[in-house]
């Protein structure tokens, strides 16, 4: 078995999901418009390479991702683990909406915006609303999105309504996905989730979840799954207008991303390889999630999860105080 398929269990519930999962964002078009054959492709891809984890959102293309999953899942009759989110709800909107402009999704439904809602019936809406646009009868996890700056409303009443809903056996696996450590630090240690989702912020650029979220993590068993390897496209490709944390890259952020590559490059591994596998050098990480605009680019990233990286790379990384020992 290939690493990027090999099974690891979300420790709380005994889901068993792939090391590489995918994610949808690039499906509902962020940034480009993707055509629907590529979207149908990639979900095939990801099959036929045994991944079996999938991670969507309602924000994700104003549902447009939700919908190209579903069918996708459908057209496989494979098994599967599927997230979705809670914490938005897509409201009608009457004549031309700018939501799918203001998110970012080239392929929006513009016909629905998203709204934050934390609410108990909020949270039912959206999770009931997403079993219809996948046209699927069961949703295995659910994460409150983006509470980054509503954290104390999320914990208030998004929780309470998941925490019931997991009881009821609607969903068997809860938890968050976020941006930044310390909102993501609170909820894990106020509530009883199972999983985190945190973007950005365990990369080769930016190690602060080991400062302290893994730490909670791992006191409570709390499985992790990583996004945002790439941290927005610096580590794709440092060069002058590249991002990071979706802004434009600060000069010593492009030198350092740098100075990584080409110390990369003298053990003959390229930055994107390690970018994709440096998370799961830590014991917290069950899974890396990145998502893909067509089934070459999803091939591309399998490639890379199952290259070789010797230790003596990463070993070398952390003398040049690149990036930091495994706390």
């Not at 989110?85 to 915006?113: C, I, M, Q, W, Y």
């Amino acid at each position: 078995m290939s690493r990027h398929s090999e099974l690891v269990k979300i420790e709380r519930t005994g889901l068993e999901v792939t090391k590489l999962s995918l994610g949808t964002a690039p499906l509902g078009g962020l940034f480009t418009s993707v055509p629907e054959a590529d979207s149908d492709g990639v979900i095939a891809a990801a099959f036929d390479a045994d991944i079996n984890f999938f991670d969507t959102a309602p924000l994700y293309g104003s549902g447009r991702a939700e919908v190209r999953l579903g069918r996708g899942l459908n057209a496989a009759k494979r098994p599967y683990v599927l997230s979705t989110k809670v914490g938005r709800v897509l409201n009608p909107v009457s004549g031309v909406s700018n939501a799918g402009g203001l998110a970012g999704f080239a392929d929006a439904d513009t016909s629905v915006e998203p709204v934050f809602d934390y609410s108990r019936a909020g949270v039912r809406r959206s999770f009931e609303d997403s079993l219809k646009r996948l046209n699927v009868d069961r949703i295995d996890v659910a994460l409150i999105h983006d509470a980054d700056d509503r954290i104390d409303e999320a914990i208030k009443y998004a929780y309470p309504a998941l925490e019931e809903m997991r009881a009821e056996g609607m969903v068997s696996t809860i938890g968050v996905g976020m941006n930044y450590c310390p909102p993501t630090i609170k909820a894990v240690v106020e509530t009883d989730i199972d999983i985190v989702l945190i973007a950005g912020r365990y990369s080769l650029l930016d190690q602060s979840s080991q400062e302290q979220l893994f730490k909670e993590t791992m006191k409570r068993k709390v499985s992790v799954m990583i996004g945002g390897v790439y941290n927005s496209g610096i580590l794709a490709n440092p060069v002058a207008g590249a991002t990071f944390h979706y802004a434009p890259a600060p000069d010593e952020i492009i030198a350092k991303a740098q100075k990584i590559r080409d110390l990369l490059a003298t053990f003959n591994v390229s930055l994107t390889a390690a970018a994709i596998q440096f998370p799961l050098r830590h014991p917290a990480v069950t899974t890396v999630l990145t998502g893909s605009r067509s089934p070459k680019e999803l091939l591309a990233n399998i490639a890379d999860f199952d290259s070789e990286v010797p230790a003596e790379a990463w070993a070398a990384l952390e003398k040049a105080g690149l990036i930091p020992p495994i706390d």
